[in-house]
């Protein structure tokens, strides 16, 4: 059991790391290919290695639905096509400082998951929890602005980008959170059907947008020139992070798994730190607000369980 826990753990690390890599990793290949067509060629590599694996262990079977489909499309679709198109956009929309508030914005998971289990699962959040939000916005707000407010407003496309990310996010949590549906099904199962009902999505989109000359196809040589950012994002932050952090959160909780996203904007201010962007003290400060306020509800989380108990 202490064996499976600690596993449970190295498998959330791996996850968030990896996921913290790719704001970085992203910034220059957005300049070059739009976020849609990359989402495609992201998560519809990641849906065939997927689908051969689940075929290898599990069999032909395992790809029916049970009449889960409408369930299975909605987390699929939410995940893949909604988090990726809406996080990737807002951090293009946002400029050289997108890759940091979106890692931000990932952090704020853990409380957007306390509203969606509100609205979902009718688990009404504590004081406390409403009162990290507050907080946690006020951090956020602070990365954001770097201390001036007016940027908000100032028509560099701030608040659009925000709320970009912040809805990708939202996205994001309702995926986890779909998850506790389908306790009997394996996770490689839930990872691959709903991965295979969210690039049907993206596809749909694709051709409506490209046929109404709001998109073009990329050429080869832009493919090309992404190719480094495609492989990390297909392969750390695509199958192996998001089986990881399915199974991570499987085996030590949803509790304990949602405390790592912390981990995901202190990955990427070393990264971006190292390919030479300058951090304000705002931003720093916003960070470790946000970051404060995300413990501390989950220590509080872990008391109130801990007292129930007894």
Same mark, same amino acid.
């Given at each position: ?15 968030? +790391? ?18 849609? %067509?990359?989402?495609l060629f992201r998560y519809g590599s ?37 988090? $990726? ?17 979106? $890692? ?21 959040? =504590? ?7 507050? +907080? ?20 560099? #496309? ?17 995926? =986890? ?19 295979? %009902? ?12 490209? $046929? ?9 040589? $832009?493919?090309?020139?992404v190719s480094s950012a495609l492989i ?11 089986f990881a952090w399915n199974l991570g #959160? ?7 798994? +949602?405390?790592?996203? #912390? ?33 501390? #509800? ?13």
């Open positions: 059991m202490v064996k499976k826990y600690f596993f449970g753990l190295l498998l959330c690390l791996v996850a968030v +790391i990896s996921w913290g890599g790719m704001f970085p990793v992203m910034a220059p290949a957005l300049n070059i290919m739009d976020p849609f %067509y990359f989402t990641v849906a065939i290695i997927f689908s051969l694996i689940l075929l290898c262990v599990e069999g032909p079977k395992s790809f029916r639905p049970e009449g889960q489909s409408l369930k299975l499309w909605i987390f699929g679709t939410s995940a893949f096509a909604g988090f $990726s198109f809406l996080v990737f956009l807002g951090q293009k929309v946002a400029g050289p400082s997108g890759a940091i508030i979106a $890692s931000v914005m990932m952090a704020v998971q853990p409380l957007l998951g306390v509203l969606v289990n509100w609205i979902y699962r009718s688990i009404k959040p =504590t004081v406390v929890s409403v009162i990290s939000m507050i +907080i946690a916005a006020l951090g956020v707000f602070m990365v954001v602005t770097k201390g001036n407010p007016s940027a908000l407003l100032s028509g560099n #496309n701030t608040l659009l980008a925000v709320m970009l990310i912040l809805f990708g996010a939202l996205c994001w949590v309702v995926y =986890t959170a779909g998850g506790a549906d389908f306790p009997k099904w394996s996770i490689l199962r839930y990872s691959t059907l709903t991965t295979l %009902y969210g690039v049907a999505s993206v596809i749909v989109v694709l051709v409506i947008a490209t $046929s109404l000359g709001w998109l073009s196809f990329p050429t080869i040589r $832009s493919i090309g020139s990390y994002m297909i392969t750390l932050a695509g199958v192996i992070a998001v #959160n499987r085996l030590i909780g949803p509790i304990n798994g +949602i405390l790592f996203m #912390n981990l995901v904007p202190i990955t990427s201010f070393i990264i971006s730190i190292t390919n030479g962007y300058k951090v304000s003290v705002f931003e720093l400060l916003g960070c470790t607000i946000t970051i404060a306020a995300l413990i501390g #509800n989950n220590i509080y989380g872990r008391i109130k369980s801990t007292t129930t108990k007894k």
